[in-house]
């Protein structure tokens, strides 16, 4: 780089400079938008976590107050039907209105019961999901 002189810079010395800059912001701009997409996944993760926990919950309350049954291994199926039949349904709804499905899984194993809920969005399916439960 030339020194500076009583004049200013020259043109080479401030594209040079210009050019420094823009990378700058373009790296500032792709650790923003990176932060922003991890947000917004975290936000929607948590969001269906707490759809499922909800489910969980009711079939908790349905076990405890209407199940007449024993829970064993095998488990059963609490679907959102028999939950509605006694007041227990989930508004299962995502972030878009879309309208979700889901069931619960429950069973008992050396003496601890296991209620799982699984639930199935347009764009979120929790692991495990089987269409044939609903």
């Known amino acids: 780089m030339k020194m500076l002189n009583k004049h200013g810079w020259g043109i080479r010395e401030m594209l040079l400079l210009s050019g420094i800059l823009l990378l700058f912001l373009i790296i500032a701009i792709y650790y923003i938008y990176t932060l922003y997409q991890d947000l917004n996944l975290e936000v929607t993760s948590n969001y269906y976590h707490d759809l499922e926990n909800d489910l969980e919950n009711n079939a908790k309350v349905y076990l405890s107050d209407y199940y007449d049954g024993v829970l064993n291994s095998e488990g ?36 601890e019961e296991n209620i799982e809920a699984f639930i199935s969005c347009p764009n979120y399916t929790t692991d495990g999901y089987e269409e044939w439960r609903n």
């Not at 039907?81 to 050396?110: E, F, P, Q, W």
């Open 76 to 111: 059963i199926t609490i679907t959102r039907s028999i939950l509605r039949t006694y007041g227990l349904d989930v508004n299962l709804v995502d972030n878009d209105n879309n309208v979700c499905s889901g069931y619960v899984v429950a069973s008992k194993s050396h003496g």
